[in-house]
């Protein structure tokens, strides 16, 4: 059986590798990556860390607008679909690569399976919540993280479409987890475990207004910890324009990591602030309180269980809700237990497979 994942951006890489170990010897897996991230710390850095095997085709889209930025990737990969006949197109998460790989695929007839399917805002401002609505909709097999999530589906009326397997992100976070373990990992200059938080902004929502990110960058900065602020190029790239600096009172600026390094330095944070969906989830998986910088999240259960506190109109309550005490511990494990690869696997063989009946 043939299968083809299609990625993009960073957050997919990460997701991709526990998949690509579970499809050694199982499946043939090609890997089309659509170039929406091509700098070496957004991209490569997590094919080689994580030991992905490196891209069949990378189309080189990089970045644009969103309907210029997606079509060029639907264009690219029905091509790629075309050369490669694939009996399923894999698509992960919930950016412009994923809707653009799911579309390409429906259109040729080629099934398409989601990972991370059923996770909603119910933000319609955000694009990933157009992309993850339409990727779900459009795909014949959806891999759903969590229990909310299949609520979520069967609500839309694809329940029989969906199939729990937990996430895989709990999967390379357990796999990395243990090797930093073995070979001790160091922290950026000048910061010890526990006296610093870690940050991350990079949602449209809070970048691209002025007055928002003047206002994130100055509670940041006001913070009473070293805040090891890891600037994705949006980040950087609006700050500039907006003439605001990110070299500020408690701010340590720094490029983003690679997956190792920012697990390493989440687990000794004295806390994560972030706007990040994975981070918030890191966080909780690490057991580090996380402030998210949104007016809700696709990831419930960590506010459910205390580990996860939202703050976005009212930012003036940064400082007191990331400097508040830590939340109950708990062993609640609803990201399941780390073997969400090996089950979304066996639901593709199983479902597209050569000994499948649905095979369209
Ligand atoms: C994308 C995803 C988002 C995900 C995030 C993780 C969509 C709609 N959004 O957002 O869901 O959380 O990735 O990082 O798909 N840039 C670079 N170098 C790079 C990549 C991007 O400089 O390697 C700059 C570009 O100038 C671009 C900006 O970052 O203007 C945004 O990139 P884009 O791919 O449009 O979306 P992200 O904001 O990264």
């Given at each position: 059986m043939r299968i083809l994942s299609v990625v993009g951006a960073r957050p997919q890489f990460v997701k991709l590798a526990p998949i690509a170990h579970a499809m050694r010897g199982r499946a043939e897996h090609l890997i089309a990556h659509t170039g929406q991230h091509y700098d070496e710390i957004m991209s490569e850095v997590f094919f080689r860390d994580l030991d992905i095997p490196a891209?069949?085709?990378?189309?080189?889209?990089?970045?644009?607008?969103h309907g210029a930025q997606t079509g060029a990737m639907l264009a690219g990969v029905e091509e790629i679909i075309e050369s490669t006949a694939p009996d399923c197109v894999l698509v992960y998460g919930d950016t412009n690569s994923t809707l653009a790989a799911a579309l390409a695929a429906t259109k040729l007839h080629v099934p398409v399976a989601h990972l991370?399917?059923?996770?909603?805002?119910?933000?319609?401002?955000?694009?990933e919540e157009h992309n993850r609505v339409l990727t779900d909709h459009s795909a014949d097999l959806l891999l759903a993280p969590t229990q909310v999530a299949m609520g979520h589906l069967a609500t839309e009326g694809l329940a029989a479409r969906s199939i729990l397997v937990g996430d895989v992100m709990t999967d390379v976070l357990f796999t990395v987890r243990e090797s930093l373990n073995e070979t001790g990992a160091v922290l950026p200059d000048g910061l010890v475990p526990g006296g610093y938080y870690i940050a991350t902004i990079h949602r449209p929502d809070n970048t691209d207004g002025p007055v928002r990110l003047a206002a994130i960058i100055g509670e940041l900065a006001s913070l009473d910890k070293p805040v090891l602020l890891l600037a994705h190029p949006r980040l950087r790239n609006l700050a500039e324009k907006h003439g605001?600096?990110?070299?500020?009172?408690s701010i340590v600026l720094s490029s983003p990591l690679a997956y190792p390094e920012l697990i390493n330095a989440a687990m000794n944070s004295a806390g994560v602030i972030t706007d990040s969906g994975g981070l918030q989830k890191e966080a909780f998986l690490l057991r580090v309180p996380c402030t998210t910088?949104?007016?809700?999240?696709?990831?419930?259960e960590t506010v459910d269980l205390g580990w996860n506190v939202l703050v976005s109109e009212?930012?003036?309550q940064l400082a007191a809700t990331v400097h508040r005490p830590a939340p109950e511990s708990t062993d609640a494990a609803?990201?399941?237990?780390?073997h969400a690869a090996e089950r979304s696997v066996a639901a593709l063989l199983a479902t597209f497979g050569p000994q499948s009946a649905n095979r369209l």
């Open positions: 891209p069949d085709f990378n189309l080189g889209v990089g970045s644009g607008k991370e399917a059923g996770l909603r805002s119910f933000n319609r401002r955000m694009p605001i600096s990110l070299e500020q009172g910088i949104r007016p809700e999240t696709e990831w419930v009212n930012l003036h609803p990201y399941g237990d780390g």
